[in-house]
């Protein structure tokens, strides 16, 4: 959510980190709604390939999102351990498909790092920096980046 | 939101039904069924715009409410009579009323021209000399005029009082020496709220003679005086023979703004229930109509505010006394509760949610081998049942009653009447008929159309209507009624009909229509549902730019609906529109396709069948076409156009929807298998993603999962552009 860039850096914030193959991925845990566990989707026609289909969620008809694809990394199977992170961005509901979710981190913005060069556009569009804990490499989504793509192909 | 802007969004709420109770007292009152109650109601309406506007600080709209307030004031006394030339101006301000609360809504502004206008047309009536610029008759502008503002500052008027009791026997055993005592000590908040009690105690000041006493002695010395803040109260002595509830009624508006008591003098506070109501009859002016006078005289003192001599006869003219205020206090208010529509909405999602769940728990019981006489298969049942209660209860929480929107009709008819110089009555049917919010949120749009045609192409000018031996004022019928599920609004004019002839050559030459095309007469009426039709011999901005009709029928079609005209000529024309109650669930046909479950709108299906081999013939590198009783076709693979498979199947070994589009053309759909027809519940997929080609929106299915409506007018027009376009890698390319 936009208003955490505002947020002082002592202040602490809660991420939710989570796997996608080998690597880590967190998002800031105010924008998650819920957790649950992977139930197939109903694909949806004219979609990218990103877009699992829909889901049910308590009356609700929920895109889900495979976040490997997103972010151009190979998809897996999805197995009993997959979990779908329901988040929501300005009003919207998404679910996010990913492979296991791995800790809950508790943060000062100033542990966040900027994504160095390397990393292909793609990448850096959807990492808002880069966290370091216990010698493992944490990237934080930019959700919000995620889902306005929608309303582009959607236009 | 802060809460200010809140109880302000609440006031406009309010604003909205007290101006449809203000139009519906005014139309009563034109068709000549107002009585007494009705001009209370429609002197309420204006009063309580006026009263909320001052709380907030709109002073545009209290300058305006105050006129208009001030008139029907004294149409409410009796002062100034309630013709039928008045009841047309009054309806007219109330238009003008209505554009000043939506300018005080928006924070715009009203045409100020008009307004002011209307000001000084009202304030002419109430001066008793109504503006020349009115097709005034005598009686009004030659009636005895009150003093200028009279009905404001001197305002003595008849009220009516009870005379049920037609053999009133003489009874004087009203204590001599009882009286009412009542304190009044109003709070800032009720002049805050642009009541004053001036006129409280002149309404006091009605119901008999009355002692006013002003306790002054809360009263500041002048540099500590705060303007906005209430230091007077007042103690008025009445005469015992007043009621009570009369006396409760002057304070109605101010309930909880001021401190009020209200005392008898003496013990004697016990009367039988005809003492009072005898009471309440000496209350009355003795100007009333004669009998009443005579038989009352006996009994009452006469009341001490007696009226001007000279306005006698207006008074005597005005609604005769028909009912007692003890008698017939309004109608006690329908109790309701505002919600706000999420809630509902959440709630109907939910219980959606727990008839699935039902059925699941269901169809496991049956999985694990329960006997359907067993306890619990039986108490699922049961439990069924009230699911299935709850959830139409639900459903008729959302249920509304056309009124909102056919409250707005009258205006309208009377706005193109009057631009386009034709004389209309506008009489309206089934208002009360409920429907889903979700459809009438949806209705406004083709009735305001329809009923603009009905107005402009089909009544006839006065002076055709004469030629024509018919009444100069042209009937138009606006009627809601349930039929087979559905709602139908029907508009129904009087006027000549349609042209069928004309109809027909235009058609022919915009080459809508060959030009040997045989029709019925009834065929011929519904070309001027034909995108780029018009009828009108001149574009006004009322109808006839050509993109009338079809727009409403394609609008309508699209919430599954039905539009159609039939025409009398000579006699009229009746527009007959048809929509399912509610847009939240739909009747669909469930298929598979390709391995994905699709649901059907049954609305668009004409038939289902399975085509024999023979009778599918390729057309064209791709297509194909399906012979259905000697006419040809297009087959549409659903799956292949979607992107489900790379191949369409052979259209033989599947089943085959036949389908009407929204041109009015057929196509066949083919899918592989029919489960079954269903009633879905539609859930958007805009809500948390974005349209989808092809996709109308989503559903639940029983065992919990979504399933996709098929948008048929989508999926056909997709199908024409398949060859050139292989859509699916487009999309997933980025």
Known sequence: MNETHAQSTSERRELIAFCIGEQEYCVDIMAVREIRGWSPATPLPQTPDYMRGVINLRGAVLPIMDLAARLGLPTSETTVRSVIIVIKVDERMVGLLVDAVSDILSITEDLIQATPDVACDRVRSFIRGLITMEGRMISEIAIERLLPELEALAA | ?734
């Not at chain 2, 005014?26 to 109601?41: H, I, K, P, R, Y």
């Open chain 2, 1 to 734: 939101m802060d809460e200010l802007e809140e109880i302000k969004a609440t006031f406009f709420q309010e604003c909205d039904e007290l101006l449809g109770d203000l139009e519906a007292g005014l139309l009563q009152m034109e068709a000549g069924e107002g009585d007494s109650e009705t001009v209370n109601a429609v002197f309420r309406a204006v009063h309580s715009v006026k009263g909320g506007a001052g709380a907030f600080g709109l002073d545009a709209l209290v300058r305006y409410a105050h006129v208009f307030e001030t008139l029907l004031d004294g149409v409410r006394s009796g002062s100034i009579e309630a013709a039928p030339e008045l009841v047309r101006v009054l309806l007219r301000a109330a238009d003008v009323l209505a554009d000043e609360v939506q300018a005080a809504r928006t924070n715009g502004r009203a045409d100020e021209h008009e307004t002011a206008s209307m000001v000084a047309e009202l304030e002419a009536w109430i001066a008793g000399e109504p503006l020349g610029a009115e097709p005034v008759v005598a009686p009004a502008a030659a009636k005895p005029a009150a003093p200028p503002a009279a009905a404001d500052e001197d305002d003595f008027g008849f009220k009516p009082m009870a005379v049920l009791i037609p053999d009133v026997a003489p009874i004087d055993e009203a204590p001599a020496k009882a009286g009412w005592t009542v304190t009044f000590k109003p709070a800032a908040s009720l002049y805050a709220k642009a009541n004053e009690a001036g006129r409280l105690l002149r309404e006091l000041g009605r119901l008999g003679p009355v002692e006013v006493e002003l306790d002054d002695a809360d009263l500041p010395p002048l540099d500590a005086l705060k303007p906005e803040e209430a230091y007077l109260s007042w103690t008025v002595r009445l005469e015992p023979e007043v009621d009570e509830q009369a006396i409760r009624d002057a304070f109605e508006f101010v309930d909880g703004d001021c401190e009020l008591t209200i005392s008898r003098e003496d013990g004697a506070n016990e009367e039988t229930d005809l003492a009072a109501l005898l009471a309440s009859l000496s209350a009355a002016p003795a100007p009333g109509p004669a009998p009443l006078e005579v038989e009352i005289a006996p009994l009452a003192p006469a009341p001490v505010a007696v009226a001007p001599v000279e306005s006698a006869p207006i008074r005597a003219a005005a609604p005769a006394p028909a009912a007692g205020r003890a008698a017939v206090d309004h109608a006690p208010p329908q109790a309701t509760i505002r919600v706000d529509p999420e809630r509902i909405d959440r709630l109907i999602d939910l219980v959606g949610e727990l008839v699935i769940n039902q059925a699941m728990l269901a169809q496991r019981v049956v999985q694990h081998g329960f006997a359907p006489s067993s306890d619990i298969a039986m108490g699922l049942d049961e439990l069924e049942q009230l699911t299935r209660g709850i959830q139409d209860s639900v459903m008729a929480i959302r249920a509304q009653p056309v009124k909102s929107v056919f409250q707005r009709m009258p205006r309208l008819a009377r706005e193109v009447a009057s631009q386009i110089g034709k004389q209309v009555r506008l009489v309206m049917e089934g208002e009360g008929t409920e429907v889903d919010k979700t459809v009438i949120e949806r209705l406004s749009d083709p009735i305001t159309h329809m009923l603009r045609n009905a107005i402009d192409h089909g009544l006839e000018t006065p002076s055709e209507r004469i030629a024509a031996g018919k009444p100069p004022e042209g009937v138009v019928r606006l009627a809601a009624l349930h039929r087979g599920g559905r709602i139908v609004i029907e508009v129904e004019d009087d006027g000549r009909g349609i042209n069928r002839q004309r109809v027909r050559q235009i058609a022919i030459d915009k080459g809508l229509l060959a030009a040997d095309a045989t029709l019925t007469d009834e065929e011929v009426d519904n070309l001027i549902f034909l995108p780029g039709f018009s009828t009108a011999n001149a574009v006004s901005d009322i109808s006839g730019r050509g993109v009338g009709m079809d727009v409403v029928r394609r609008s309508v079609q699209a919430l599954g609906g039905r539009i159609s005209i039939s025409s009398r000529p000579g006699e009229g024309s009746t527009f007959t529109l048809s929509l399912p109650l509610t847009l939240a669930v739909l009747d669909g046909m469930v298929v598979d396709v390709a391995g994905h479950t699709l649901v059907v709108p049954l609305t668009s299906i004409i038939e289902s069948l399975r085509p024999k081999p023979e009778d599918v013939r390729p057309l064209g590198p791709t297509g194909a076409v399906l012979a259905v009783r000697d006419s040809y076709v297009p087959l549409v693979d659903v799956g292949s156009v979607l992107g489900f498979r790379k191949s369409s199947v052979a259209p033989s070994e599947g089943v085959v929807l036949l389908v009407e589009h929204e041109d009015g053309g057929r196509a066949a759909l083919v899918a592989d298998v029919i489960q079954g027809q269903r009633q879905v519940v539609i859930k958007s997929l805009e809500a948390n993603y974005r349209q989808v080609e092809g996709i109308a929106a989503a559903t639940i299915l029983g065992d919990g999962r979504v399933a996709l409506i098929l948008d048929v007018d989508a999926v056909v027009a997709m199908r024409r552009r398949e060859p050139r376009a292989p859509e699916p890698t487009l999309h997933a390319a980025e």
